[in-house]
């Protein structure tokens, strides 16, 4: 099985980068489709929290900002699907979290991915297997959660 993954930020700064970011993507999608046995096309949109209140009101019915949304676009033969992140929420949980900027978006990255390819995180066990699951996913990145 393959992965693959594209990047596009409608923001001006990226935290820790977009060729970091990029990177990781690659790697990501590469580790689920190697982990979950299937073929994973992933697009990944970086954007401010105005753009991702607009699109929570918009899909979920919530108003506000929300750190990260993933849309499934496809299952079969490759499941397909978008990330978006927010960069302002991810700067602003970082801080108060004490960890950087590019971790913490980087873990939305993650949580999405995990979202597209069957996690929830909806009841208590449900988010518990989902957060071992995002843990294993930073590890193979080479970074902590």
Do not use: K, N
């Amino acid at each position: 099985m393959s992965g693959t993954a594209a990047l596009t930020a409608l923001v001006p700064r990226v935290p820790g980068g977009r060729r970091m970011l990029a990177r990781d993507l690659g790697r990501l999608a590469a580790w689920v489709a190697a982990r979950y046995e299937c073929a994973l096309d992933l697009s990944v949109v970086v954007v401010d929290d105005t753009a991702i209140a607009e699109l929570h009101e918009r899909y979920a019915g919530i108003p506000g900002p929300t750190d990260v949304l993933a849309f499934p676009l496809a299952d079969e033969p490759v499941i397909l699907g978008e990330v978006v992140l927010s960069a302002e929420t991810a700067r602003r949980e970082a801080a108060a979290r004490g960890h950087s900027a590019y971790d913490e978006l980087l873990l939305y990255v993650v949580h999405g991915v995990l979202h597209l390819v069957g996690h929830d995180d909806h009841d208590p066990a449900d988010r518990r297997r989902m957060r071992r699951a995002e843990r294993r996913a930073l590890a193979a990145l080479g970074r902590r959660s």
